[in-house]
C-alpha cells in the first residue's frame, strides 16, 4: 500500500516539481498540499500558478490547500516533503515533527544542526542513522532530514567518486539558473542579458554542506571531511540546471583519463533506489558538454553530468552539471523519502 504523503509549500517551484514526481510514484500517494495564509483554503488550481512542462495531475488540481500547521494535516499522513522558504521551515518544520511527521526537507535551516542527517543517497545513505541521534536528543517522535542546496548536490557526488585519490582542496565557481531562485526571485529585468555575480549566503552552503556531506559517521557522532573548498555563485539566464567549473586538488597525481574512469564507474552499492539513475555520473568526451539546455534530464532530471576534464594548474579541472529542481530539489528529497521507507522509518 502506498505510503499517504504531504507537501508543504506545495504551490512554490519546488512544491511543482514535488507533485509531477510523485503523482506517477508507486510507493508513495499524495493527501495533503500546505501553502501560506494567502493560498490556503483555495483548490490547488487557484492558488498555483502551474508552470511545469506537464499539466497539473487531475486529482491533485481539484484538493483543497491547507494552512502550513500541524493541526491542518490529517494525521495519517506519514512523510512531509518540505519546500517552505528557509525563515518558514525553521518556524514549523520542528512542530511538524514533535507532532510525530518524518519530514523530507529542501529548505535550508537546520542543514548544518549536529543532529540533522544531510543526505545524499549515492554518497551518504549511512548518515540516515543520525536520526536515532535526534530522536534521543529531541524526544521527537517524527523526524527531520534533508538535502543539500542545489549547487551543493551538483559537485558532491563527484568529489564522492574521486575521493580514493585523496581530496585536499576544491575551488568551484557556479553558473545558476533562474528558478533556483523560486518563482518570485528574480525578475526578468534583473536577468535578462545579464548575470548576477553573487547569490546570497549560497557560497557558505557549498563550503560547508560539502564537508558535513563527505564526513564519517560513527554511529554516534559525524566528523566533517578535512577538504577544503571555496565557492563563487552567479546566477545567469538559464531556465533549469545549474553548471558548475571545479578545480581540484588531490593528495595523488590524478589524470584526466582515471578521473573519467572513477566518475563513470562510480558505484553505491548499498543503495537501491527507485529514483537513483543508473549510472549516476555521466561523462561527456566532448570538451563542450555538458551544457543545461541540452544535458539538464539526462537520467529523468537525477543524473549527474561531467565534462570538460583536463589538467590545470591547480590539479585537475572539469565541469559538472545537474538539473537544480530535480535532482537539485524536488528529486532529492523524493529519494531521501525513498530512503527512509526501505530504512522502515515511515
Ligand atoms: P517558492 O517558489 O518561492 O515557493 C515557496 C512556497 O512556500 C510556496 O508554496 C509558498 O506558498 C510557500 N510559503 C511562502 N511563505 C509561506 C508561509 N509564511 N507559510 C507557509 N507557506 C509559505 O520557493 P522554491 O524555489 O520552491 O523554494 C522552496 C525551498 O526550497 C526554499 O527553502 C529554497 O531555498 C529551497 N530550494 C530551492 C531550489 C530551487 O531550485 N528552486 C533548490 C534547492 C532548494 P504561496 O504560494 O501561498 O505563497
Not at 509549500?9 to 494567502?38: C, K, N
Not at 516533503?81 to 512542530?95: D, R, W
Not at 517524527?142 to 581530496?167: D, H, M, R, W, Y
Request: hydrophobic share 40%.
Amino acid at each position: 500500500m502506498a505510503v499517504r504523503v504531504g507537501i508543504l509549500g506545495a504551490t512554490g517551484a519546488v512544491g511543482q516539481r514535488l507533485i509531477q514526481l510523485l503523482d506517477p510514484h508507486p510507493d508513495f500517494e499524495i493527501a495533503a498540499l500546505t501553502a501560506s495564509d494567502s493560498s490556503a483554503g483555495k483548490s490547488y488550481r487557484e492558488a498555483a500558478k502551474w508552470r511545469v512542462d506537464t499539466p497539473i495531475p487531475a486529482d491533485v488540481a481539484d484538493m483543497t490547500v491547507g494552512a502550513t500547521d500541524p493541526d491542518d494535516v490529517p494525521g495519517d499522513v506519514d512523510l512531509l516533503f518540505s519546500s517552505l522558504p528557509s525563515s518558514v521551515g525553521a518556524a514549523v518544520e520542528p512542530a511538524f515533527c514533535e507532532a510525530g511527521y518524518v519530514v523530507s526537507s529542501n529548505s535550508s535551516n537546520a542543514r548544518m544542526a549536529d543532529d540533522v542527517p544531510l543526505v545524499i543517497p549515492e554518497v551518504n545513505a549511512d548518515h540516515l542513522d543520525l536520526l536515532e541521534v535526534q530522536r534521543d536528543d529531541r524526544g521527537w517522535d517524527g523526524a527531520l532530514v534533508k538535502n543539500p542546496n542545489c549547487s551543493t548536490i551538483t559537485f558532491v557526488p563527484t568529489l564522492a567518486a574521486l575521493e580514493q585519490f585523496g581530496l585536499e582542496r576544491v575551488h568551484v565557481a557556479t553558473l545558476q539558473a533562474v528558478s533556483g531562485a523560486g518563482y518570485d526571485g528574480v525578475t526578468s529585468m534583473e536577468i535578462i542579458d545579464n548575470a548576477i555575480p553573487h547569490i546570497g549566503s549560497e557560497e557558505e552552503k557549498l563550503e560547508t554542506e560539502s564537508k558535513k556531506l563527505l564526513g564519517d559517521f560513527d554511529g554516534a557522532e559525524l566528523a566533517q571531511h578535512d577538504v577544503s573548498v571555496s565557492a563563487s555563485c552567479n546566477r545567469i539566464p538559464t531556465l533549469d540546471g545549474h553548471l558548475e567549473n571545479v578545480w581540484l586538488e588531490t593528495a595523488e597525481t590524478l589524470s584526466p583519463v582515471d578521473a573519467a574512469d572513477a566518475l563513470s564507474s562510480y558505484s553505491f552499492d548499498d543503495v537501491d533506489l527507485r529514483s537513483s539513475p543508473d549510472p549516476l555520473i555521466h561523462v561527456f568526451e566532448d570538451l563542450e558538454r555538458p551544457q543545461p539546455r541540452l544535458d539538464r534530464t539526462l537520467g529523468d532530471g537525477m543524473a549527474i553530468s561531467v565534462g570538460g576534464l583536463q589538467e590545470s594548474t591547480f590539479g585537475l579541472q572539469y565541469n559538472c552539471l545537474a538539473h537544480n529542481t530535480i535532482r537539485g530539489a524536488a528529486g532529492a528529497s523524493v529519494l531521501n523519502g525513498e530512503l527512509l521507507l526501505e530504512n522502515g522509518y515511515l
